[in-house]
Structure formats: C-alpha cells, structure tokens
C-alpha cells in the first residue's frame, strides 16, 4: 500500500500477557517512530530507528517495552507483561530519513488491557 | 513544563468563521508539524515548516522563529474541519523525534 499500516487495529488482552504490534512503514522511508497516545492525554514519544538501528529508546516507558526493525522496513513493537496503565493507542510513523522530514502516520493500533 | 504549548484547548466555531490555532514552544526548534487527528483517531500530516508561512486550501500555517511561535489558521471554516489539531517540535538539541503539544479540539458547527 501507499501508507503506513499498522496491525492489529485492535488488540484487547489481559493483564499479564505479552502483545506484538506490527508496523510496516511507507516503502522506501528509512526512518521509524513509535508513539503512545493514551486516552485523555497527548501524544508521547516511544522510540525511533534509522535503518534497522534505533539511536534513540529514551522514550520506552519501562524495560517491558522493546522494538525491533527487521530489513530497514517491518517494524515490531513489544509489550512483555502487559498492565492497565499501557491502555493506549500505539502510532507508527514514517519517513524518508530521521530528523527535519515530514512523518506519515498509521491508522495506529487501539490497545485495551483488561 | 511542556516544551510545546497549544492554545486554545478547545474551541467552538460556526461555520464560515475565520479560525487560530496558537502553538508556543519554550526551546528552539529546527521545524514544526501541524497535525490533523479525526475522531476514529487517524492522524495527517498537514504542514511541515521551519519558517515564514505555508498556505493548502483553506489552511494557512505561520510560524515566527525569533518569537517562537506558530500559528494555524482556517479561512471559511467547515463542519468537516472539526477534528484535533496538534503542533509538533523537532527540538534543536538533535533529537529527531518529535514533541507534541497536547492540542486543539475545533468543533464547527453549521
């Protein structure tokens, strides 16, 4: 597709249990962003990657959030443990490369945790 | 202290009223988004700049670097152009991420 795409769209698990939130990014963009908006509050940055190398994780909120990026493209963001307060929606973003560069976002994925 | 301030919080307009959206950033920045975010949650980049003004359609985006403000406006507002508008920073301190302020909900009544 044109667009970033993210999957799911919709993720409802239970405490505890551990998610994987997909991200592939506009074909060509070097550079990856994940954010969090949860409800009632902005946006807030995750982490992003150049490539296949994420230069900046300062964002991740706790060490049970990791990210990975696979062939400069698809993008895996991971939630080990999973606990209420990470209710959210997860965004992805895209770009040509890292830095002063228009992002193009996904449709994000809507993460409920019961 | 957020780094990017947006003012107003909400806003309530009729249709075909003039609109300004304030974005205020308390560091320097190399550029600036505006961004669209619909009910649903979807999110569109409207303008990226770093000075003097962009113009799309009805859309017009200022931005004053020596002030360290920017502003959205929407001429002949719509129904349709109900939805968050939210500012973002790629701050100066060569993090190329962005930061966002916590936005604009416009609501247009007909």
């Known amino acids: 597709g044109a667009g970033v795409s993210?999957?799911?769209?919709?993720k409802?698990?239970?405490k505890g249990k551990d998610v994987e939130l997909r991200c592939d990014p506009i074909s060509g963009h070097t550079a990856?962003?994940?954010y969090r908006q949860s409800l009632g509050q902005g946006l807030e940055f995750l982490i992003y990657f150049q490539g296949n190398s994420a230069p900046d994780k300062s964002g991740l909120p706790s060490d049970r959030f990791s990210a990975e990026r696979t062939g400069g493209s698809v993008s895996t963001l991971t939630i080990q443990r999973t606990q209420q307060e990470d209710s959210a929606v997860y965004l992805c973003a895209s770009s040509l490369v890292a830095g002063e560069e228009t992002q193009y976002f996904g449709?994000?994925?809507?993460?409920l945790v019961l | 202290k957020n780094?990017?301030?947006q003012s107003p919080q909400n806003l309530t307009a009729q249709e075909g009223e003039?609109?300004?959206i304030n974005c205020s950033y308390s560091v320097g920045i190399s550029a600036l988004h505006w961004l669209q975010q619909h009910p649903g949650g979807g999110i569109v980049s409207l303008f990226m700049l770093s000075s003097g003004k962009?113009?799309?359609g009805r859309l017009i985006a200022t931005i004053n670097i020596q002030e360290k403000h920017s502003s959205l406006h929407i001429t002949a507002s719509h129904p349709r152009d109900s939805a968050v508008y939210i500012c973002a920073a790629y701050l100066q301190t060569g993090a190329n991420n962005l930061f966002f302020g916590t936005g604009t909900r416009l609501t247009v009544i007909p």
């Open chain 2, 18 to 20: 003039f609109i300004t």
């Open chain 1, 12 to 14: 409802v698990t239970e």
């Open chain 2, 54 to 56: 962009k113009k799309h």
């Open chain 1, 107 to 111: 449709p994000g994925t809507r993460l």
């Open chain 1, 6 to 10: 993210q999957s799911p769209s919709n």
């Open chain 1, 32 to 34: 990856l962003y994940w």
């Open chain 2, 3 to 5: 780094e990017v301030e």
